[in-house]
Structure formats: structure tokens, C-alpha cells
């Protein structure tokens, strides 16, 4: 280190102790203040009441139903109770899969209908891709076998599980999406 550097480093120093000497006397004075303010204001009391005594509630649910049994789904439509069948639905997982399959139903958008001899096809977009589909064909990602087709809409019967683990079927919908929508 040279000596100019030591010598600012010096200098540097003593102004520090000198700004902090005058920031000493600064806080003299605050709590001077302080004191002063303490000693002329008086706390406020007010008394505070007593708190109530709990009671403690004792829940018997002896002779009720338990609100999270699988029983208590069992009066729900379409949902078996547990131990009975639920109509033998179940999907076919043996079967090849088809494109619209790998696509949820959502992100599936119907673009037009085809009529000729054969029978009725809709036109669904998945991505940027238009298919072809008819009665029989699956669609989305819930077994969604299509039952309908008409020139505004695309019915569905999907299977899904419920809440306990069977397979129900459900009724679904695509409806035709104008040409402006992306």
C-alpha cells in the first residue's frame, strides 16, 4: 500500500468519527424529546371483560349415516353401490386407438359436416389437422365413442370414473365453430 492511499485511507477515517460524533449529539436531543413526551402523556386503561367459559359440544353421530361412506353415493344416478355392478361398463383398452383419441376433448373443434350415399361425417380440427369422423369413431381422451352426428353438433357418449371408481357413462357435445374463432 503507498503512502497516499494510507494517508487517504487516514483521512477517510477521521471524517467518519467526526460525522458520527455529530450524530451522537443528534440522538441526545431525540431522547431528551422522548422523555419529555412520556412523562406528559398518560396510557389509557380500559378494562377489559372477563372471557366466556367454553362449553364444550359432544358430536354423537351413533344411528347417523357418515357422510364420506361409499353408501351414501349410492343415491346419486348412475353410480352403483359398492359391491354391485355398475352395468359391466368398463372401456375397451384392447382396442387400437384412433387419432382423436391422443387429443382432450376440448382442444377438439368441429369445422364442418359431410353428407354423401355412405352417411354423415364430421369434421373435427385437432391442432391443425381436420378428421374425419362418423358414428362409431372415438374421439378426446374419456373413451368418447360418437353417437350423432348432425350439420351443427357432434354427440358423444364418454366413460368416465365417478367418485368411488366405477366407469358411468357420460353425454357430451361438440358444437360447430364458426370460421373466425382460432
Not at 161 to 181: K, Y
Request: proline residues 5%.
Amino acid at each position: 500500500m503507498t503512502t497516499k492511499m494510507k494517508t487517504a485511507l487516514a483521512a477517510l477515517g477521521a471524517v467518519a468519527a467526526v460525522s458520527l460524533a455529530g450524530c451522537a449529539d443528534d440522538q441526545a436531543e431525540l431522547r431528551e424529546w422522548m422523555q419529555s413526551v412520556r412523562a406528559s402523556v398518560k396510557p389509557v386503561h380500559h378494562p377489559i371483560s372477563e372471557p366466556r367459559r367454553f362449553e364444550p359440544y359432544r358430536y354423537d353421530n351413533e344411528g347417523q349415516v357418515d357422510p364420506f361412506s361409499v353408501a351414501r353415493l349410492g343415491g346419486a344416478p348412475g353410480v352403483a353401490h359398492a359391491g354391485a355392478p355398475a352395468g359391466g361398463l368398463k372401456p375397451d383398452t384392447t382396442r387400437p386407438r384412433e387419432a382423436l383419441e391422443a387429443y382432450p376433448l376440448d382442444a377438439i373443434r368441429m369445422v364442418g359436416h359431410l353428407a354423401n350415399r355412405q352417411g354423415q361425417y364430421a369434421l373435427l380440427q385437432a391442432e391443425r389437422l381436420v378428421y374425419q369422423a362418423r358414428v362409431g369413431n372415438y374421439a378426446g381422451q374419456n373413451y368418447g365413442m360418437i353417437t350423432r352426428i348432425s350439420e351443427t353438433e357432434v354427440a358423444l357418449k364418454e366413460l368416465v370414473q365417478d367418485a368411488v371408481g366405477d366407469w358411468v357413462e357420460r353425454e357430451t357435445t361438440l358444437q360447430i365453430q364458426d370460421g373466425s374463432a382460432q
